[in-house]
């Protein structure tokens, strides 16, 4: 399945399954009567770029290893509205017991895709690239950054198991950023970068004189960010700049013109607004 860890997705699929069936459809079991065929499309209710495909169809293979979802359409293409995204056919209350599961992970993931391909796009021929952050759902964080790819942009660190990030906090309890720098060197040699949150000229001085691999300024305008990464260029030309904080499509571009060399939306997976995709049933 390409990127996705199917053992997982697997297991997150019947997790939700089991929180929205409980002991079972009680409204398709009073009303379907067993072994009725149906059939069901998903269709774009809005120009969006296509993510979930995948996971939809794990949610019907999982009520029923015999089902098959038929694409017409690939996640991480961009359609119109009214486009047929997918069908599937099968026992009536098996595509009932699945609908919702299956649009409510087309419609999140689609939104997540969507909303970084605006992100790519408004930076385009830049050369800086759009990276995820780890606010996302609480378990679905696999198939967000999963819609941040088939959107065109980048994961930034899955977890605190594999990058190193001093922020504020950090500092506060450790008593110094200079202090912590050192600490994370000492303690973890060449085998991470250290990522160094700041937001003054004051920090970033004292992360570069630290040694810090990388600066991650934050809550900075554009023009702020600019006259740090002269700086920042000036004290340490290799150093590497991310930027983040309220940053949107509309001047996203002003942000990659700064210098920088990525730019982390954690809007991406935090505030992506659900899409409109339905789901079309009728007798087979």
Same mark, same amino acid.
């Given at each position: 399945m390409n990127w996705l860890d199917e053992g997982a997705l697997y297991s997150q699929i019947s997790s939700f399954l089991r929180e929205d069936l409980g002991r079972g459809d009680?409204?398709?079991?009073? @009303?379907? +009567?067993?072994?009725?065929? *149906? /059939?069901?499309?998903?269709? !774009?209710g809005e120009k969006m770029v296509v993510a979930g495909l995948e996971a939809a169809e794990e949610v019907?293979?999982?009520?029923?290893?015999?089902?098959?979802?038929?694409a017409y359409?690939?996640?991480?293409?961009? @359609?119109? +509205?009214?486009?047929?995204? *997918? /069908?599937?056919?099968?026992? !009536?209350?098996v595509l009932l017991s699945g609908e919702r599961v299956a649009l409510n992970l087309l419609q999140r993931l689609s939104a997540i895709a969507t909303l970084t391909?605006?992100?790519v796009q408004a930076v385009a021929g830049t050369g800086v690239a759009i990276v995820d952050s780890r606010e996302t759902t609480p378990g679905l964080r696999m198939l967000e950054k999963y819609a941040v790819l088939l959107g065109g942009g980048v994961n930034n660190?899955?977890?605190?198991?594999?990058?190193?990030v001093i922020t504020g906090n950090h500092v506060a309890i450790f008593g110094s950023m200079a202090n912590a720098v050192k600490s994370a060197k000492e303690k973890l040699g060449l085998l991470h970068k250290i990522n160094v949150q700041?937001?003054?000229e004051s920090e970033m001085r004292e992360a570069l004189s630290s040694g810090a691999d990388v600066l991650q300024l934050e809550g900075l305008?554009?023009?702020?960010?600019?006259?740090?990464?002269?700086i920042a260029r000036e004290l340490a030309s290799s150093i590497s700049i991310v930027c983040s904080g309220d940053i949107t499509p509309a001047?996203?571009?002003?942000?990659?013109?700064?210098?920088?060399?990525i730019i982390s939306i954690s809007t991406l997976t935090n505030s992506a607004r659900g899409l409109n995709v339905s789901f079309k049933m009728q007798p087979a």
């Open positions: 009680i409204t398709s079991q009073a @009303i379907i +009567a067993r072994n009725t065929r *149906a /059939r069901g499309r998903f269709v !774009a019907f293979l999982t009520l029923d290893p015999q089902q098959q979802l038929e359409v690939s996640d991480g293409e961009e @359609i119109e +509205a009214g486009k047929v995204i *997918a /069908r599937v056919v099968g026992f !009536a209350d391909n605006e992100f660190h899955f977890g605190l198991d594999d990058s190193v700041v937001s003054n305008t554009p023009e702020e960010t600019g006259r740090l990464v002269s001047n996203a571009r002003s942000y990659a013109e700064s210098g920088v060399d």
